[in-house]
């Protein structure tokens, strides 16, 4: 007579360390793709903001907008990025980062404004001396850097990034 073998302790212990580990790796793994995979919708939201900001500035003889750097709550009466560009947008959640969950929901926007350029023609721009060079003058930031790369930009060429690419004196 055969009995039927099931399996031993040892390789049921084997059997879960196994699956243990490939647990261990693949957390991380699916953590850092939809970090990054937020990362790109946000960097997608900051072009759009640049459409916006671009259709503005056709309105306005190509002059940025006086706005406030940002807004601590829903209730400030401010002129920001999301009370002056909503108009150009489809929705409030244009300016909702996907990777933001707290900021958005106080402020209406996950996105600070560079001041430095308020009412500046777009040929005056500059930015830690930087002039003549829209590439590395930054418009619209994260308020948090919320991204494994970092902190997003929007530049004043409409181009959005992770990367810095502001310096003083470049």
Known sequence: MSKARGFTLTEMLVVLAIIGALAGIGYPVTRSF????REAACLGKLRSLGAALQTYLQEHNDKMPE?????????EDLPVLETVLLPYLDAPAAFQCPADKEQFVKSGSSYLWNSTQNGL????LSFFGIKDRPDKIPLITDKESWHPGGTNFLYADSSSSNKPRFAAGN
């Not at 706005?67 to 829903?74: M, P, T, V």
């Not at 023609?121 to 005056?124: I, R």
């Open 34 to 37: 939809i970090g990054n995979s």
């Open 67 to 75: 706005l406030a750097i940002g807004r601590a709550s829903k209730t």
């Open 121 to 124: 023609h777009v040929s005056q």
